[in-house]
């Protein structure tokens, strides 16, 4: 049996950045907490974040539903091959864990891991935005990250506690094994065209409410 694991973990405050930062010098400044740098030993994990980490705009980011962002580290090969970047290292997408073992199409939208003192809750497929872009001077990843579905997740937290890098992600409760991160996400993007899975998937009670509500509203629209 693999091995499922918090290979890393990463954390960062928001911050403002000049055109010094910007791939092309005429951009604007822009805040992002999408920087995250790499912490050894413990760390806090509360209902929102984890210690030492915050969101810069939490009309769309942070949040209960959204405490902790999880990427897989086997889809690093991946990207650092095709984008031509093969110093990439964990925390590239923004992400707070780095997972290993886990897939987009192995693990489904409520499951519940124990990881060290905690006990976490996958809430949604992870949508990412723009600021990936900027980020790497990259005009078109998100568009890839999609198209590829290399998307990674969300975690609510169920029980806080300290967890560390290196602590395995024991799976403790299945509820809803139709629903994958990985169909969850291909639902999204097609919403408005099968909108009969939209709303199936909508009523699942361990969906994150935003995508509750962006999947109901492609019904009723």
């Not at 769309?60 to 031509?84: F, M, T």
């Not at 949508?127 to 198209?147: A, H, N, Y």
Request: net charge neutral; proline share 6%; hydrophobic share 35%.
């Amino acid at each position: 049996m693999k091995e499922v694991q918090i290979l890393s973990i990463q954390v960062g405050l928001p911050q403002t950045l000049d055109a010094s930062h910007a791939t092309n010098p005429t951009d604007n400044p822009w805040k992002t907490g999408i920087f995250k740098t790499p912490v050894s030993g413990p760390v806090w994990l509360g209902r929102l974040n984890l210690t030492g980490d915050a969101q810069s705009d939490l009309s769309v980011h942070g949040g209960p539903h959204k405490a902790v962002n999880a990427y897989p580290s086997e889809h690093y090969s991946y990207w650092r091959e095709r984008l031509h970047l093969p110093d990439m290292t964990y925390g590239a997408f923004g992400e707070n864990f780095t997972t290993g073992g886990l897939l987009e199409d192995e693990v489904c939208i409520g499951d519940v891991f124990k990881a060290g003192e905690t006990i976490i809750q996958i809430s949604q497929p992870r949508q990412p935005c723009w600021k990936i872009e900027r980020r790497w001077g990259i005009k078109d990843f998100s568009v890839r990250v999609k198209e590829t579905g290399k998307t990674g997740w969300y975690f609510r937290v169920l029980q806080e506690g300290y967890v560390e890098a290196g602590n395995p992600l024991v799976l403790m409760e299945r509820s809803f094994p139709q629903w994958t991160v990985a169909v969850a996400y291909a639902i999204m993007r097609n919403r408005r065209i099968d909108v009969t899975a939209a709303y199936e998937l909508s009523l699942c009670p361990a969906l994150s409410p935003r995508w509750q509500e962006s999947l109901v509203s492609s019904k009723s629209g």
